[in-house]
C-alpha cells in the first residue's frame, strides 16, 4: 500500500476504462513497480513532474506518494474522474491537463505552474486543465522539473524527439526518466558498438544527453500486456552539446543512415554539396560508413554541411 485509495483494477473497473490500442494503453497495476519508476526519477523534493499519459493513474500515485507534485498530461477523457480523485488525496499537488501532449509544449506547461514563478500574474491555469489550487510557495530555490512517464508507444518516439531538440537547450528539465518498447530503448542509447541499434535517434539522444537503460519490464507487468518487453531509460541533459546546428546534424543523420549500408561518400551526396570535400573537412574517410561515426564525427560533418552550405 503505498495510499488510502482504492485498488487500481478497482478504479478501472468503476470508471470503465478499458485499455484502448489506438491511444497505446499498457496499464500498470503493481504499485511496487510504479514506486520502482518513480523511485528511479526523484528524489522529489521541491519538484515538479510531468507525467504524460496518467491514465488510471498508477504511476501519478507513486509520484505523489514520494512527494513530487505533478503536471499529468492525458489525452483519455475517460481517465479525468479517476484523476479528479487522485488529485483530492493529495490537495495542490496533482494538476490534470485534457489533450494530446504532442500538441502541448510541456516547458510552457511547467512555466505556467502556479508554483513556478513568484510574480501573481502568472497564477492563471493553463487553459482547459483541472488545476490544482497553488501548492505552498517555497521562497527558496527555484523548483526543478523533470518529465517521467510510461509513454504511449504509438507516439513515444515522436514526443522523446520533440523534448530532446528542444530550444534553448538545455530545456527546464533535469532528468527525462521514460519507459519505452525495449527496441526504441535500445536505439535511444546505442552507440557505434551497438551497431545494429544505432542510427538517428542514438546520435540525437547522445550529442544533447546522457541516456543509459535502468532496467526492464516484462509483458506480464502490463493490462493489457504488450507483445515486447519494455525498458525504462534515463535520460540526463548534456548542458553543453558540442555545437553545431541541429537542423544540418538531422539532415546529415537521415542522408548517412538512409543509406547505412553504403559508404559516405555515396549516402551523403544527396545532400547537394561536395560530399568528399565535406568528409575531408570533418577529417572522416570517404569509406567509413554512417554506423561507425560517432556523434562528435556527425557533429563534425554536421559542421561542414553548414560551411558548405554557407559559401553557396
Ligand atoms: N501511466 C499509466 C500507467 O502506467 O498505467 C498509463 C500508461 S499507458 C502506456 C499510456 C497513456 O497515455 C494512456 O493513459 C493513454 O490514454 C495516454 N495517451 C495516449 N496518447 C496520448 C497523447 N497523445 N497525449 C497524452 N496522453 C496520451
Known sequence: MIDDLPPLREVVARHGLDAKKTLGQNFLFDLNLTSRIARAAGPFENTVVVEIGPGPGGLTRALLAQGAHVVAIERDQRCLPALAEIAERYPGRLTVVEG???????????????????????????????????????????????????????????????????????????RYVLMFQKEVALRIVATPAQRADYGRLGVLCGWRTKARILFDVSPAAFTPPPKITSSVVELVPNPAPLACDKAALARVTQAAFGQRRKMLRQSLKGLGVDAGAMLAKAGIEETRRAEEIDVAGFVALANALSAARGRE
Request: glycine share 2%; charged share 30%.
Open 100 to 174: 494530446d501532449a504532442l500538441e502541448i509544449d510541456v516547458v510552457e506547461l511547467v512555466r505556467r505552474r502556479p508554483s513556478w514563478r513568484a510574480k501573481r500574474s502568472d497564477l492563471e491555469p493553463p487553459s482547459g486543465s483541472l488545476i490544482a489550487p497553488p501548492p505552498t510557495r517555497n521562497d527558496g530555490d527555484a523548483p526543478r522539473a523533470r518529465i517521467c512517464a510510461n509513454l504511449p508507444y504509438n507516439v513515444a518516439t515522436a514526443l522523446l524527439t520533440r523534448w530532446i531538440e528542444a530550444e534553448p537547450w538545455p530545456a527546464i528539465f533535469d
